[in-house]
């Protein structure tokens, strides 16, 4: 995979997964920044990128393009340490996965949104409020889990880390109290310290 462009929002956790994993698996890419706030991903330029007008969007070759952030994490790594090559743990990191993008992200990054890049807190009040139980609901999960389990799946890191920790880690700027979950924030350390790790507004230079 040569020449990657991905065309994504600075701020956004879903746009992080794929420059978190392409900076740790050390392959070279072309950030291009998408702002969402001014509509930039609802253009017909970028609408025929991706019909759906959501970012990130990974050009893997002139004009060829993936779009969802965890298909671009699958694709970006098979057959790498990032991705188990076992059918089950790899099918467990689909699980969690699956369970990121249906039960965790909707609740999660959402209200971040609304409160830290729109800064729109009491135009979206009561429902970033309907949002916070199912949010705390999903974090409580993962804390049983992690209260057990080093890593999602295999006791090491793979991209269900990466998926998970992309909106977790700053769920706070969501109104979220992480305090109440002491292996969440064990877990959220442990990615810190993973080789060639960068934080969610790195601006990076390929």
Do not use: C
Request: glycine residues 6%.
């Amino acid at each position: 995979m040569k020449n990657l462009r991905l065309y994504d929002f600075l701020p956004s956790g879903n746009g992080y997964k794929i420059r978190l994993l392409l900076t740790q698996i050390g392959m070279p890419f072309e950030r291009i920044e998408v702002d969402i706030t001014k509509g930039e991903s609802r253009t017909a330029e970028f609408l025929g990128k991706n019909s759906n007008g959501k970012i990130p969007v990974l050009e893997v070759e002139p004009g060829k393009y993936l779009a969802e952030s965890n298909a671009i994490m699958i694709y970006l790594s098979e057959g790498t340490e990032f991705l188990p090559y076992d059918p089950f743990f790899k099918a467990q990191v689909l699980q969690w996965l699956f369970f990121e993008q249906y039960s965790h992200e909707p609740y999660i990054a959402t209200p971040r949104f609304w409160i830290s890049i729109l800064n729109k807190a009491q135009e979206y009040r009561e429902v970033i409020e309907q949002k916070r139980e199912p949010g705390y609901v999903a974090l409580r999960v993962m804390e049983k889990h992690l209260s057990n389990h080093a890593y999602f799946v295999g006791e090491r890191y793979t991209i269900a880390d990466i998926s998970l920790f992309a909106y977790t880690h700053v769920a706070d700027e969501g109104g979220f109290d992480l305090t109440q979950f002491p292996a969440i924030q064990d877990w959220i350390e442990r990615v810190k310290a993973q080789p060639a790790y960068i934080s969610i507004t790195e601006e990076l230079k390929h």
